[in-house]
């Protein structure tokens, strides 16, 4: 009889692919000092009201849930029925779990505030962004930062818990309904992409230790309303056409960072006329994906200043973003300087 030795994996990382994202949860708890578990506990909330969320999203066409729900968000937006849901499921999540104090949604006009004495964390959420593709079968997420309240516990939620620049975030990520489904989450060591397989049910480790490319050739940018950005922002358009860059937008910022994030690229979303602070939300959209631009290499920034430094000073705040790769971002911002400078100059 012949007896072969078990041998375990060889590949040198810490955590290998194939590791489930409860399991690495666990193991990544010991990175934290005086950790409690219950940041874990809610990261292992977040992931099982992705894959509810992810069920429903497939079944959209199917059981003819998709569409417009009748009513519009706070931002007078039209909501479709699984935005509705997907902030019912992951709202239910981080209620039941006990780690979490109040909420910030996307979907709620105010902060909601659960009650819950000990919980020690607050979160921003949008819980279905890139709805208008919803209907279309294209790609959509989920976009979360997690941040510590500051009031003490056992007291009621204060502005202070709610309106925390970005480089408090303790952990923040994204859920990408794509292709496949992918959770992508950092606690500030580092970027870890987890790929859902459906007939198991769980998420699988399948993207260790993400690094953005320095540079890339893809720019992202919805060029249809670019005759409102300033002139920096078309002149650096202007020089991504030149290099024969990528153009690649899909409208739903999750995939479209995402893509980025791995392939290197650049996505835009400058002020505009009709949104003059941009459109993309600071606290639920631009924080979360900030963090893990940096935590991954990557940067991100509103054309001058670091997304994480802007300190919040309303709920559904918006933001002008650049994120991607830092070549990038650095070079926008080099063309945007140059055409501020001058119109200073001129208005002296
Ligand atoms: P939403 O939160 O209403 O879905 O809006 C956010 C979305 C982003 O996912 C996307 O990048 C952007 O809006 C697209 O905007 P536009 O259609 O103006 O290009
Ligand atoms: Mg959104």
Known sequence: MKILPYLPDQSGLAYAVGTTLDRFIKLKQSDFPFASGELSQLLRDIGLAAKIVNRE??????????????????????????????????????????????????????????????????????????????????????????????????????????????????????????????????????????????????????HPDIKAPKSGQIYSVNEGISEEFESGVLDYISSCKKRKFAARYIGSLVADFHRNLLKGGIYLYPATIKNPSGKLRLLYEANALAFIAEQSGAMATDGENRILEILPTSLHQRTPLYIGSTELVQEVHQYISKTRDKITEFCH
């Open 57 to 206: 999203t497939n079944r959209a066409g199917l059981a003819n849930i998709g569409g417009a729900f009748g009513q519009t968000n706070v931002q007078g937006e039209e909501q479709q029925k699984l935005d509705v849901i997907a902030n019912i499921r992951f709202m239910r999540a981080l209620s039941k779990g006990g780690e979490v104090c109040a909420i910030v949604s996307e979907e709620e006009d105010s902060v909601i505030d659960l009650q819950n004495k000990s919980g020690k964390y607050v979160v921003a959420i949008d819980p279905l962004d890139g709805s208008s593709n919803i209907d279309v079968n294209i790609s959509i997420g989920t976009i979360f930062s997690i941040y510590r309240r500051r009031s003490p516990l056992g007291s009621p939620i204060e502005q202070e818990d709610v309106m925390q620049p970005g480089t408090e975030q303790v952990a923040a990520g994204y859920v990408l309904y794509g292709s496949s489904t992918m959770l992508v989450y950092t606690t500030g060591c580092g970027v870890n992409g987890f790929t859902y397989e459906n007939s198991l049910g769980e998420f699988f480790l399948s």
